[in-house]
């Protein structure tokens, strides 16, 4: 297949690799102009990915026109807020029946959609049935060293998640199909708020019962919001739910934890996003879930906690202080 990858972080530069030494005609875009060069050059992403050589296949622009334009397939791994940007600039070059994939994880912040509404909005009626959505626990490094990994694949057409589905797997990547568009994506997406409050609690010092604790009871608060707006129990308890959440809780290659554990050891925020190349989805992405919560009227504590702590400077220890104080009630009274 000819296919664009749009965003060239760490994770969009692994699935453009690995779509390449599927044997398939693979255009990375990047936003950066100097770094498209320098891929063109030495075969790095020197800024997100410089461990790893890229395929020797693997081509790169900076234009959206030459990764849109005529590709049976365009991978959509922007940043969650400004794939709403990107998408509309990018949508005049698709061909009619170009298959759209979102491999991002976020929940708008205006709009409080994730990118599946987002695309409805912005998109085609007829652009719409040819959308699937890719989320999993999964680290960028370790799948471009081919450690093995899988995932999930979601679309409302059977047709286009298993197309999708056996274009990515390999030997070291396999991709299941689901058609809960919402579920797949949320878990994604809200996994990394709780995976925000784990690292603040490493960072306290408060060992492994904490984590465990907020690592369950959190995959509580991802259920509630997900089954509010039409999601599958069931989906949380598979990779796009449990699994994804565990690994950003606990591996030391998750964003979101890092900046947890720096907050609970005293840093700033400010100053602890300041420092990073990468974006940590969850910090925005905390944002949206407490506003959604609150929209929906479900109860997330450990959201509302973290959101606190994030944009109100509430100090850590309180927090956790202020979860454990809660009204005492049976564990699975939803």
């Not at 999708?164 to 708020?193: M, P």
Request: aromatic share 6%; net charge neutral.
């Amino acid at each position: 297949m000819k296919i664009g990858v749009i965003g060239a972080g760490s994770w969009g530069t692994t699935l453009a690799d690995l779509l390449s030494k599927n044997g398939h005609t693979v255009t990375l875009w990047a936003y950066e102009e100097d770094l498209v060069k320098r891929m063109r050059a030495n075969r790095k992403n020197d800024l997100f990915l410089p461990d790893f050589t890229l395929d020797e296949k693997l081509e790169f622009t900076s234009e959206l026109p030459e990764v849109a334009g005529g590709k049976e397939m365009v991978v959509l791994v922007a940043p969650s807020q400004v794939m709403r940007a990107v998408v509309r600039q990018a949508e005049p070059y698709l061909a009619d029946n170009t298959i759209l994939v979102s491999a991002a994880k976020g929940i708008e912040n205006d709009t409080l959609m994730p990118m599946s509404e987002v695309l409805r909005e912005i998109l085609p009626a007829h652009r719409l049935e040819n959308t699937a959505f890719l989320s999993g626990p999964t680290f960028a490094r370790e799948v471009a060293a081919e450690v093995p990994t899988a995932l999930t694949v979601a679309s409302n057409d059977e047709r286009i998640a298993r197309l999708v589905q056996t274009t990515f797997s390999c030997h070291y990547f396999r991709v299941y199909r689901s058609s809960d568009i919402v579920g797949v994506e949320l878990g994604g997406a809200l996994k990394n708020v709780i995976a925000l409050a784990a690292g603040v609690s490493d960072g306290l010092g408060y060992g492994y019962n904490a984590r465990a604790a907020l690592i369950t009871r959190g995959l509580v608060e991802m259920t509630r919001i997900g089954m509010a707006m039409g999601a599958r129990e069931q989906t949380f308890m598979g990779l796009s739910g449990m699994g994804d959440l565990v690994l950003t809780c606990t591996g030391d290659l998750s964003r979101n934890r890092s900046v947890g554990l720096e907050l609970g050891r005293g840093r700033k925020l400010d100053d602890i996003l300041s420092g990073m190349k990468m974006v940590a989805e969850g910090v925005k992405t905390t944002l949206s879930a407490y506003q959604l919560a609150k929209k929906l009227s479900v109860e997330t504590p450990i959201i509302e906690q973290m959101y606190l702590i994030l944009f109100e400077n509430k100090d850590p220890r309180a927090a956790v202080s202020d979860l454990m104080q809660r009204s005492l009630k049976a564990e699975m009274n939803r």
